[in-house]
């Protein structure tokens, strides 16, 4: 780093990305600040300069040999290998600088007087994690699957037993079905689509609610998704259509696999698909050969599709609220709760990196040919459909609690197809 570019950093203050400290502090201190950053999007770690932004310089003799064999080495699990310089300025102070790359093997925590303490970034602070962070954290690195958990209150009734018998006769390959409830539950546990309990009968994962529950949304708020539409490019007026929608993610099938399958009853993703269509279509004028009038959209379908199986399937079950999917004059916003995880980026995503937060529904749904083999539907899809379409790209953003993807609408002048 160059001497110009660490007064800048201190210039601009302390934010959720740098950390000021004294050289003076206590490991535990230090690895507090190390241990929130890496929980965070990582970042810069100061040593030598006060929390006002004045620089005292560094005091303690070989602080790089404290820094990583004592903090690093001692106080910080898992292992974390930071980048460590020196900056020596005019007046012959000195200050130390530890970058941190976003870790991803999250949570990261501090280990002090036998105990493990995991610590989050709050704006420029370090704060200790609660149970819905921690939970966010084990999930983003891999340590706990969401979809697993149990959902209190639910039972094998919860799930639709036509859907659970196509599944294991014509996707799983059973020979037959099971005869008995202990039968059932013993199945479905092996699947993952329930759980046991030392204290009472098997309940329901959230992967099988999900995918084959009656009505997930009575035991799993969370479930199902909130449908809007607008008629102008905001809120501020009001909403054409404004629903909740709910029911299991996989349609019901009738007919032998291989055999040419319909759909005898459809899922979440067909409901839903079905109440946007009104608001995503119209009706040319004239009439074609058949004297029928040619049903134009929008938006590409594919790529919409695309857009809401991801929602579904790669959303983060930690978080309270549902998938929603906004219609407006100029755009359908898509989006899915959680951040992305395992140190995923919008970058990575683009590139055709895979990394599924909930494999069970993912596989689920491949096995039904909802989702993609390749699981490269953003690059395949999503991108090049809206750009040949609508001749702009879809947008995505992402935070700390959704990814959003923005499709634009096909402008008049491109016409409509």
């Known amino acids: 780093m160059l001497r110009s570019e660490l007064l800048e950093i201190i210039v601009n203050g302390e ?15 230090l690895a507090k600040e190390i241990v929130a950053l890496a929980n965070f999007q990582g970042g810069k770690l100061l040593l030598g300069v006060e929390d006002d932004g004045a620089i005292s310089g560094i005091q303690r003799p070989d602080l790089e040999t404290w820094v990583m064999d004592t903090v690093f080495g001692r106080y910080i699990h898992p292992l974390i290998l930071p980048f460590y310089e020196e900056i020596e300025l005019e007046d012959g102070k000195r200050v130390a600088v530890v970058s941190l790359t976003q870790g991803t093997v999250k949570p990261y925590v501090v280990r002090n007087n036998n105990r493990e303490e995991i610590y989050v970034r709050v704006g420029s602070t370090s704060r200790l994690a609660t149970r819905e962070q921690q939970a966010r954290l084990f999930e983003s690195g891999g340590m706990l699957h969401a979809e697993v958990l149990p959902v209190s209150g639910s ?12 599944y294991l006769v014509n996707i799983a390959g059973d020979e037959a079905v099971p005869q008995s409830t202990d039968d059932w539950e013993r199945r479905l546990t092996g699947l993952g689509f329930m759980v046991a309990r030392a204290d009472g ?124 999917v906004v219609n407006y004059s100029d755009r359908l916003e898509v ?35 909802y989702v993609d083999m390749r699981g490269m539907g953003v690059r395949r899809k999503i991108v090049p459909l809206t750009r040949d379409y609508a ?4 947008d995505f953003e992402l935070t700390d609690d959704y990814l959003r993807v923005v499709i634009p609408a096909r402008s008049a002048e491109r016409g409509i197809s």
């Open 201 to 324: 009968a098997p309940v329901c994962t959230i992967a099988g609610l999900v995918l084959f529950g009656r009505s997930p949304r009575r035991s799993l708020r969370q479930a199902g998704v909130r449908w809007m539409s607008f008629a102008d490019d905001s809120m501020d007026y009001q909403a054409q259509e404004d629903t909740i929608l709910d029911g299991p993610l996989v349609a019901l099938f009738e007919g032998r696999q291989g055999a040419g399958r319909e759909i005898a009853e459809e899922g979440l993703i067909e409901r839903l698909a079905d109440r946007m269509r009104p608001f995503i279509s119209e009706e040319g004028l004239a009439s074609n050969e058949g004297l029928r009038r040619e049903t134009t959209y929008r938006y590409p379908l594919d790529a919409v599709r695309e857009a809401l199986l991801n929602a579904f399937v790669h959303r983060d079950w930690t978080r309270s609220i549902a998938v929603e």
């Open 155 to 166: 039972s094998l009734d919860d799930l639709d037993q036509a859907r659970l018998t196509d």
């Open 15 to 29: 934010n959720s990305g740098v950390e000021f400290k004294r050289d003076d502090l206590r490991p535990e201190q």
């Open 391 to 394: 001749g702009r790209d879809a």
């Open 335 to 369: 989006t899915s709760p959680g951040a992305l995880q395992n140190s995923m980026t919008i970058e990575k995503m683009l590139a055709g990196q895979r990394s599924p937060r909930n494999p069970i529904i993912v596989e689920i749904m491949r096995d039904y040919g």
